[in-house]
């Protein structure tokens, strides 16, 4: 008896194979983060304390910041996350473990991290 789906696992893991988006891409969407977080460094420079005083402007002065803070750290997630994953098949290949991979992939990531807030300082 023959079945109706020959080898469907071998179709199926074909179909689900990754793909590597194109480099493009990729470098459109780091732009595109990197803009997100200097815009929201430049919001929260721009907050003014003086606004804090009256009661009244609490829930506007608020906003802003609060909104700068959520949208810019994401943005700079994101940001730490796709130069990181850049490097994954580097990593693996000098990984001689698990563990190795891990503490190298964190590594990575503090490091990434460093320069997205080494970007945002104020140039002298």
Do not use: C, Y
């Amino acid at each position: 008896m023959s079945t109706p789906f020959p080898d469907i696992e071998a179709r199926l893991r074909a179909a689900l194979s990754p793909v590597e988006p194109p480099v493009h891409m990729q470098e459109r969407l780091e732009t595109t983060l990197d803009s997100i977080v200097e815009l929201a460094a430049d919001e929260l420079e721009s907050w003014e304390l003086e606004a804090i005083k009256d009661p009244r402007n609490w829930p506007r002065a608020a906003v802003g910041p609060a909104a700068a803070v959520v949208v810019g750290g994401g943005a700079a997630v994101g940001l730490v996350v796709l130069r990181t994953q850049r490097r994954r098949h580097k990593r693996r290949a000098a990984a001689r473990g698990a563990r190795d991979l891990l503490a190298r992939t964190l590594k990575d990531a503090g490091r990434e991290a460093l320069k997205v807030f080494d970007d945002l300082a104020p140039k002298r």
